[in-house]
């Protein structure tokens, strides 16, 4: 099992920043890939980024390519989601995801575990 906490959502203005940690606990942690997905109000839950167990490779959507970096510390359980230059359209709750295997995937069925969500809003 494992069980993953998110925080760092909050609310700020177009064109500013938040980083998003997601604290992992319960195996081994470089064994497993981890994502970022993000889901608002009346929409499918989608990718965001994703990183791989050793952290050598990642992977974004087209949508936050640029400005959004997805890293992660092994040592201390933790995966980070640093998000520039923020729009609107980045409003949505943002969930931490893991997945048994080294190597990162897009679809939300690939994941195993998941936390609870945290709320980013960005006003225009």
């Known amino acids: 099992q494992v069980q993953l906490v998110e925080s760092g959502g909050g609310l700020v203005q177009a064109g500013g920043s938040l980083s998003l940690s997601c604290a992992a606990s319960?195996?081994?942690?470089?064994?497993?890939?981890m994502g970022w997905f993000r889901q608002a109000p009346g929409k499918e839950r989608e990718f965001v980024a994703a990183?791989?167990?050793?952290?050598?490779?990642?992977l974004y959507a087209d949508s936050v390519k640029g400005r959004f970096t997805i890293s992660r510390d092994n040592a201390k359980n933790t995966v980070y989601l640093q998000m520039n230059s923020l729009k609107p359209e980045d409003t949505a709750v943002y969930y931490c995801?893991?997945?048994?295997?080294?190597?990162?995937?897009?679809?939300?069925?690939?994941?195993?575990?998941w936390g609870q969500g945290t709320q980013v809003t960005v006003s225009s």
């Open positions: 995801a893991a997945r048994k295997g080294l190597f990162v995937a897009v679809d939300t069925q690939q994941y195993d575990y």
């Open positions: 319960g195996r081994t942690f470089s064994s497993v890939a």
């Open positions: 990183i791989s167990g050793k952290g050598s490779r990642t």
